[in-house]
């Protein structure tokens, strides 16, 4: 292969792993939406489609957030119980009975303890060096022992005014949806078409390198988990409205925001990914559970199909290198056996 | 534009700096002028690295400060480092390789010299065409030749206009027309009242190219020379505190008709052949060429480690080149040049990585016989003088030039070796190991082995080697029998395969 031919096929390889999980999320969540509309009345109702829309919340917040760790090659499994833990918070902060100008306080309070949890994480991964995973996995039981203790069972509603400002909608589709959409859409702009975005990804892909050309490392992974915290502990108001009670039992959004940040085209690796991708994986993942509950199918179903399509989303991403892989090696085994006839009789070969 | 004149732009006053008990510099003072080329020189582990850490504010000195322009600091960060107008071009490179060219660029150059976003492949175009760096600069850095890379580095440590330049052994990948290109550059800059710190192995380059030299050995300088008047030999002996008997290991008499051991046939890859090649028993066979020519690709395919076509075979015995294993168990051994990545694991000690291939002799019944290691291992140690502190140290912690050595020990080891192939097998190792592995790799050729050698030093080729041929686009085009054989000879043959290419219509 020529220079020029390979400079064009890595540039070519760069451009389809950036676009492919998009029009694969895209595609996906048209396909289930047809098919579930055209076999339940039920799925096209505004009624479903704002309900579908206001659940996709949560995840695709905490995705957005556990998109920007894993961009710096990291991850944040603390966010499940950070969540829970603003639910249970925002059952005292932010009851029936709060009066609305107490409710600004008792809101920046849930943002201000996603603040200091994303510092705290910061500070074991980059001051103590541990690896995220480990690191975020110990915040994950502090938070959880603190939401236990602070609500031993679901109990304590959550202001009424609070949730239906929440869940304010334009026809079927909640206000807060197309915020997050817009956040998504200039998340990948500032990813992708600006230095500091440019600077994240470098860091991501390659740390040593980042130090060495003079970006400030340490900034840009403090940064990363404190944003990843940050938007975890939005996502815990959209998780109130949800459940409307004090309930500190952890769901499983932190396992869940990672594949939806995989599926939406990050890398484990660091320095890929996509905040849309991310947000259409989230609203994918909440819209498979949404029909096939439709369909009456029971929850293990669900929880399979989720795993089967995540394994071959992945697979189908690694695309040309998979392809070329399979090719050459084919190739080569054909040009093998062809010679092994040859020379049968001859000393063995191999 | 100012005038070379005596001001110090870099100077480090009596640095000293241990790491752990190792003390890596002691009571070091350096400095280089305005428009100065000041080469420092010394074995592997003689505290080169650390000097330029501490220069660039990546290493804290115990002891001592560091000047740049007029700033003085006892204390020093890199990102201020740069801003004082010092620049580095990293050994290791610092770039982004999923990034494109232009990215790297971008991202290398402080916010006051950077265009705006829009424009930075316009302004990337620019500055490589002022470098007469010939890349798109929309490729990703990985896409490039390892050539072209390390020019890039140097490249990107200019474009902040330093008023130093730290360039830290700029050409181990290169041929000698990019090194005339690199030096060309290095003058220009120079001339321009950069003052510039050169770190190299290659000694006939420092001594062509610097105006001074600094010599270092354990930590210790051993003082500031004049370049004019200053010969090889001195360098040498002041390096290593001897002086060294600079001869390659003689060549045995070739005997009348030396039995074929490796016999390649037709063998095509992705970016080389198709290849015939007979290497003897006993004989080291030398590949050149210009970088990225299809050599390391050919010596891999035959190692099983990228695919091929064709065929090969070792003793009369097909090889089965579809995986390392096959070659490994016909007793063909390579030793990459890619070191870290590939040949070494860097976080495991130098005893593991010296006995992994062969465990199953260090003991018995499964379990390991540490006694019998911990000898073998000392015996090899000593034979290729490698340098450490404990054979429990990881090997990462090793210098560049010990680490290769301990990569050389496994094909001492191997039981049955038949064919050796080293690619670069000297990069980046000081002159005295060198010598030693010279010395290591014909006494295996006197066993009768095979050895192929690729290397991108004309001069080591020459001196080591019983035949030499000459790859350019993946094809043999010229081959130099031992009588021909001479540095100038090799590279006129690259150059001239170079000038044939060029002038066949691509």
């Known amino acids: 292969m020529t220079f020029g031919a390979r400079v064009a096929a890595a540039i070519a390889g760069i451009r389809f792993r950036g676009i492919v999980p998009l029009v694969l999320m895209a595609t996906l969540i048209l396909a289930v939406g047809a098919f579930t509309a055209f076999r339940q009345d039920a799925f096209l109702t505004s009624y479903n489609l704002r309900n579908l829309l206001l659940l996709t919340m949560p995840l695709a917040l905490v995705s957005l957030g556990q998109t920007c760790a894993l961009l710096v090659g990291g991850f944040d499994v603390s966010v499940a119980a ?19 100008l107490e409710l600004i306080p008792g809101a920046l309070l849930l943002v201000g303890i996603g603040l200091a949890v994303g510092l705290f994480n910061a500070l074991l991964i980059r001051v103590f060096r541990l690896p995220s995973i480990i690191a975020t996995l110990g915040t994950l039981s502090i938070l959880q022992g603190i939401a236990i203790w602070l609500r031993s069972y679901p109990t304590g509603s959550i202001s009424s005014d609070t949730i239906s400002a929440l869940d304010t909608s334009w026809s079927f589709v909640p206000l807060a949806f197309i915020g997050v959409v817009v956040l998504a859409l200039l998340g990948d702009l500032w990813l992708y078409r600006s230095r500091s975005g440019m600077a994240l990804r470098a860091v991501g892909l390659d740390e040593t390198s980042s130090r060495r050309i003079g970006i400030r490392t340490t900034h840009v992974v403090v940064l990363a988990f404190v944003a990843c915290s940050v938007l975890a502990s939005i996502a815990g108001f959209y998780l109130a409205a949800e459940v409307q009670i004090g309930s500190p039992i952890i769901g499983n959004q932190a396992l869940e925001s990672i594949a939806a940040g995989v599926l939406g085209g990050a890398s484990l690796a660091g320095g890929r990914g996509s905040f849309f991708g991310a947000l259409l994986a989230a609203l994918f993942l909440t819209l498979i559970d949404n029909s096939l509950a439709l369909f009456h199918q029971p929850t293990e179903y669900t929880e399979m199909t989720i795993g089967v399509l995540i394994l071959v989303a992945l ?17 080569v085994g054909r040009l093998r056996a062809r010679q092994g006839e040859a020379q049968q009789g001859e000393a063995p070969a191999g | ?53 501490i220069a660039s504010g990546f290493v804290p000195p115990d002891e001592g400060t560091v000047e740049i322009g007029d700033e003085l600091r006892r204390r020093l960060a890199p990102a201020e480092a740069r801003k004082l107008g010092l620049g580095i071009a990293y050994q290791t490179y610092s770039h982004i390789q999923d990034l494109s060219v232009a990215e790297n ?17 316009e302004w990337a175009a620019e500055k490589l065409a002022e470098f007469k760096l010939d890349v798109p600069p929309a490729a990703p850095v990985g896409s490039l030749s390892l050539a072209q890379r390390q020019f890039l580095e140097v490249v990107k440590s200019l474009l902040a206009e330093p008023k130093v330049l730290l360039l830290d052994e700029p050409t181990t990948a290169f041929g000698p027309e990019d090194v005339e290109r690199l030096h060309a550059l290095v003058l220009q800059q120079s001339r321009a009242g950069v003052g510039i710190v050169y770190v190299s192995h290659r000694l006939p380059e420092v001594l062509g190219i610097a105006h001074r030299l600094t010599v270092l050995r354990d930590g210790v300088s051993q003082g ?4 004019a008047g200053m010969s090889e ?35 095509q890859g992705d970016r080389f052949g198709p290849i015939d090649l007979d290497v003897a028993k006993g004989e080291i066979l030398g590949i050149a060429g210009a970088e990225g020519n299809g050599q390391v690709e050919f010596l891999r395919a035959l190692a099983g480690a990228e695919r091929a076509t064709g065929s090969a075979a070792c003793d009369g015995r097909e090889l089965d080149t579809g995986s390392p294993l096959g070659p490994l168990r016909a007793g063909v051994v390579l030793l990459s040049g890619d070191r870290t990545r590939e040949a070494l694991f860097p976080v495991l000690s130098v005893r593991v990585n010296t006995t992994i291939q062969v465990l199953r002799r260090m003991g018995r019944f499964g379990f390991l016989n540490r006694r019998r290691e911990r000898g073998t291992v000392d015996e090899l140690v000593r034979r290729l003088s490698i340098r450490l502190a404990s054979v429990e140290q990881p090997v990462q912690s090793l210098s560049g030039g010990n680490q290769q050595k301990v990569s050389l020990t496994r094909p001492f080891l191997r039981g049955n070796v038949n064919v050796i192939l080293a690619e670069e097998p000297t990069q980046g190792v000081d002159v005295a190991a060198r010598f030693d592995i010279y010395d290591a790799l014909r006494a295996k050729a006197k066993e009768g082995v095979a050895i192929v050698v690729k290397s991108s030093d004309p001069l080591e080729l020459a001196g080591l080697c019983d035949r030499v041929v000459v790859i350019s686009r993946g094809t043999i085009v010229d081959e130099i029998p ?18 044939a290419a060029a002038r066949r219509p691509a």
């Open chain 1, 82 to 100: 950070l969540m829970t833990l603003c639910v249970v918070v925002a059952s005292y902060t932010m009851t029936p009975t709060t009066s609305t």
């Open chain 1, 315 to 331: 697979i189908v991403y690694q695309g040309p290198e998979l392809l070329a892989r399979l090719r050459t090696g084919a190739f």
């Open chain 2, 1 to 53: 534009m100012s005038i070379p004149g005596p001001a110090p732009v870099l100077s480090l006053r009596s640095v000293s700096k241990a790491f752990g008990v190792v003390q890596a510099l002691r009571d070091v003072s350096f400095d280089c002028h305005a428009g100065e080329i000041h080469a420092l020189v010394g074995e592997n582990g003689s505290g080169k690295s650390t000097l330029l850490g």
């Open chain 2, 105 to 121: 660029l971008y991202l290398a150059v402080p916010r006051s010299l950077q265009p705006a976003y829009g424009q930075m492949e």
């Open chain 2, 224 to 227: 500031t020379f004049e370049a």
């Open chain 2, 233 to 267: 030999e001195r360098l040498i002996a002041l390096m290593i505190g001897r002086p060294l008997q600079l001869a390659f290991p003689e060549r045995h008499a070739a005997e009348g008709d030396r039995e074929v051991l490796l016999s390649v046939s037709g063998l």
């Open chain 2, 482 to 499: 031992g009588e021909e054989l001479g540095e100038r000879r090799i590279v006129e043959a690259i150059v001239g395969s170079r000038a």
